[in-house]
């Protein structure tokens, strides 16, 4: 069984985060080492480590990460400039946190996709 990680304490509440929504699905919540003006986090409500862990089952909370996205581009004013949602998965990408999130990020512009410095 995967090990819960802080984001587990974030969604029941028992530890502070800037939360901007939640549902019986998703939680989002702004990053607390902000990388961008506007820099969430949108995790599903039950755990799963990484992106490999996806299961057909999970498509519901996965959609709704998307749709909450979408939503809440809208809300901090960046979806007709455009934004940047990133999902990191295991060592190569650099994941820090085992617990699945995508990180919608903009407010400015955000240059290359990647680096072009390895
Ligand atoms: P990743 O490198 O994709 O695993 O990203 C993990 C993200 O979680 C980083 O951007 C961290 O700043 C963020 N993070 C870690 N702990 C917290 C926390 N308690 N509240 C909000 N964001 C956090």
Redesign the pocket.
């Known amino acids: 069984m995967a090990e819960e990680t ?1 984001f587990s304490k ?1 969604i029941r509440r028992e ?1 502070p ?1 800037d939360i901007l929504f939640q549902d019986e699905l998703v939680t989002a ?5 902000a ?1 961008a003006p506007t ?1 969430i ?1 949108i995790i599903p409500n039950h755990l799963i480590p990484t992106a490999n862990d996806i299961k057909a089952s999970d498509e519901k909370a996965l959609g709704r990460m998307m749709s909450v996205a979408a939503k809440l581009a809208q809300e901090e004013g960046i979806a007709e400039d455009g934004y940047r949602l ?1 999902m ?1 998965c295991n060592e190569h ?5 085992f617990h699945i ?1 995508m ?1 919608l990020v903009g407010g400015h512009s955000l240059g290359p996709m990647l680096s072009k410095n390895r």
């Open positions: 802080i974030i530890i985060a919540f702004r990053d607390i080492s990388q820099h986090l990133i990191n990408a650099g994941q820090e946190v999130h990180h």
